[in-house]
């Protein structure tokens, strides 16, 4: 079966300038998950997706940061402008359902540097 | 907001059991316990959950206070390749709520 994929695996960019994160799902995976994992830190939810809507995105800093899922499959989640506090590894994962006896799966994760 | 309370690290000799302990004293009643690790450069890959009953699965086993509020992962013969970072983690209003977790040291 294949896992989450992610593409890039890294992306370095100055400040104030623009970077997007491609997240493709396990077929089938309805709910799909944006975590940002700062160093040193546990992962931060930032988005939460059933299918192509929104179900939490209570802590995405909406001001810079996007995110969607077309057709409720792949994601992309954007930043734009980046900051240098935005550097961390960005997380994408997927789960069969928002339900809590489900386990998500993670893919390898996005490293971002801005400097 | 962690939900859960870990041990920062601890460390086990090869071949030897490991006990993680994690607290969650808000649990609530429909909360699932989860646990994930992390090796380096990998994303979390899933390791255990359960709701009020001790469960065993080929990684590990997860045993289960009677009161909900803390909880115990038990790896029975810790390898090398089991050195990650833990993470206890309550699955609660549809979400997973990470904390700090568990590194983990295996020495040979």
């Known amino acids: 079966e294949a896992g989450v994929a992610q593409s890039p695996r890294y992306k370095i960019i100055e400040k104030r300038q623009s970077v997007a994160f491609w997240c493709n799902p396990i077929s089938g995976h309805a709910t799909l998950y944006w975590y940002q994992q700062i160093l040193g830190q546990g992962p931060k939810l930032l988005i939460q997706f059933q299918n192509n809507g929104v179900v939490d995105d209570s802590q995405l800093p909406k001001d810079r940061f996007s995110a969607e899922r077309l057709k409720g499959v792949d994601s992309t989640l954007k930043i734009q402008p980046a900051k240098l506090e935005d550097s961390a590894v960005y997380l994408c994962?997927?789960?069969?359902?928002?339900?809590?006896?489900?386990?998500?799966?993670f893919g390898q994760g996005t490293r971002l540097t801005v400097v | 907001d962690a939900k859960t309370t870990q041990p920062n690290s601890m460390e086990s000799n090869e071949e030897e059991p490991v006990h993680l302990p994690c607290n969650h004293s808000?649990?609530?009643?429909?909360?699932?316990i989860h646990w994930y690790r992390q090796l380096p450069s990998q994303g979390p890959e899933y390791v255990i959950h359960g709701l009020t009953s001790n469960v065993n699965n080929r990684m590990a086993s997860l045993a289960i206070a009677e009161d909900r509020k803390s909880s115990t992962l038990i790896l029975h013969r810790a390898t090398l390749r089991d050195a990650a970072v833990y993470y206890c983690?309550?699955?609660?209003?549809?979400?997973?709520?990470f904390g700090t977790g568990t590194s983990l040291t295996v020495i040979p």
């Open positions: 983690i309550l699955y609660t209003g549809n979400q997973f709520y």
């Open positions: 808000t649990i609530s009643g429909t909360d699932y």
């Open positions: 994962a997927s789960s069969l359902a928002a339900a809590s006896s489900t386990e998500a799966f």
